[in-house]
T-cell receptor, first 112, second 117 residues
């Protein structure tokens, strides 16, 4: 079945550092890929998405590229801020998939 | 446009009781999905409703059930609560469901945190 593997962290960075959170997936067909973010005490917010191979999703300085050859969708940001502290979830779904399949989540803490 | 609204935000129940959680989707959205989030298992799909019909179900026991009303609002019910049912229950809505990706992007509510004592 479908699965998502992401680095579990926690990841602790200083403000303005470069961020990478790795995500790889296993899926049949051609899923869409997503990054969701969960701030403390809140639900999930869609951060970015990519619907086909080589697509790049971007939002709020975050980027991820859908790499079919390496089955990866790594999240990157060039300069993190304290306000980026949250849990980040990689997920796949869409197409013939009626549900989202999530990774375990990565806790990011950014210190001033 | 209002987002997905879940009520209540917090619930405390005891073992053996039953509980009902409510979800109001984004206006115009017809698909509602439910997920359970726990520290050990992460986010797991419970079920999905579209046009008042349960279309898909995850691997949860029959104690977990749901329904959807004609206005797309959905409720989830858990009977005979167990300690392991303590979790954050998240509801997500989307325009539709199926092959058109743009219409099945899921938007989540803030969740209902259920504690079973």
């Amino acid at each position: 079945g479908d699965s998502v593997t992401q680095m579990e962290g926690p990841v602790t960075l200083s403000e303005e550092a470069f961020l990478t959170i790795n995500c790889t997936y296993t899926a049949t067909g051609y899923p869409s890929l997503f990054w969701y973010v969960q701030y403390p005490g809140e639900g999930l917010q869609l951060l970015l998405k990519a619907t086909k191979a080589d697509d790049k999703g971007s939002n709020k300085g975050f980027e991820a590229t859908y790499r079919k050859e390496t089955t990866s969708f790594h999240l990157e940001k060039g300069s993190v801020q304290v306000s980026d502290s949250a849990v980040y979830f990689c997920a796949l779904g869409g197409g013939s998939n009626y549900k989202l399949t999530f990774g375990k989540g990565t806790l990011l803490t950014v210190n001033p | 446009k209002a987002g997905v609204t879940q009520t209540p935000r917090y619930l405390i129940k005891t073992r053996g009781q039953q509980v009902t959680l409510s979800c109001s989707p984004i206006s115009g959205h017809r698909s509602v999905s439910w997920y359970q989030q726990t520290p050990g298992q992460g986010l797991q799909f419970l079920f999905e409703y579209f046009s008042e019909t349960q279309r898909n179900k995850g691997n949860f026991p029959g104690r977990f059930s749901g329904r959807q009303f004609s206005n797309s609002r959905s409720e989830m019910n858990v009977s005979t609560l167990e300690l392991g049912d303590s979790a954050l229950y998240l509801c997500a809505s989307s325009l539709a469901s199926g092959l058109v990706v743009a219409k099945n992007i899921q938007y989540f509510g803030a969740g209902t945190r259920l504690s079973v004592l």
